[in-house]
């Protein structure tokens, strides 16, 4: 738990939201600002600051977030028609927050990368 952080403060109960997902070790949730007709976050309970972390190295973190992107493309009905998962890193991305989270985006053709 990282004080300030958004996603910590989501996770753990301390800002009410819905939960599309959640287990003992991370969570799913809509994003408030959709770029697609889906927009999930997936992120950990516990805070990671982001890919290259030492607590990353030989996890199981990045293997159970995708397990789970699957679950919520079923959840939300895009499972068949196809989605995107992405990782923003750094400010070219657009990263906003700084806790490890994933995009799972689809509802619609989403183009090519870039
Ligand atoms: P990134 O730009 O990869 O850091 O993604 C951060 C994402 O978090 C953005 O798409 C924001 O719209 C989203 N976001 C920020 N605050 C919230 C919140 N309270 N609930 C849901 N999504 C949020
Ligand atoms: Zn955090």
């Known amino acids: 738990m990282l004080d300030n952080c958004i996603f910590c403060k989501i996770g753990n109960g301390e800002i009410e939201t819905e939960f599309l997902y959640k287990d003992d070790t991370v969570c799913a949730i809509n994003d408030i600002n959709p770029v697609a007709p889906v927009h999930i976050l997936i992120f950990p309970l516990e805070h990671i600051d982001e890919i290259g972390d030492e607590e990353l190295r030989g996890s199981r973190w990045m293997g159970h977030i995708l397990y789970v992107s699957k679950k ?43």
């Open 72 to 114: 919520v493309a079923d959840l939300t009905g895009i499972k068949d028609s196809g989605f995107r998962i992405v990782i923003n890193q750094g400010s070219d991305s657009g990263q906003e927050v700084q806790h490890l989270h994933a995009h799972v985006i689809g509802g619609r053709p989403l183009g090519s990368l870039g």
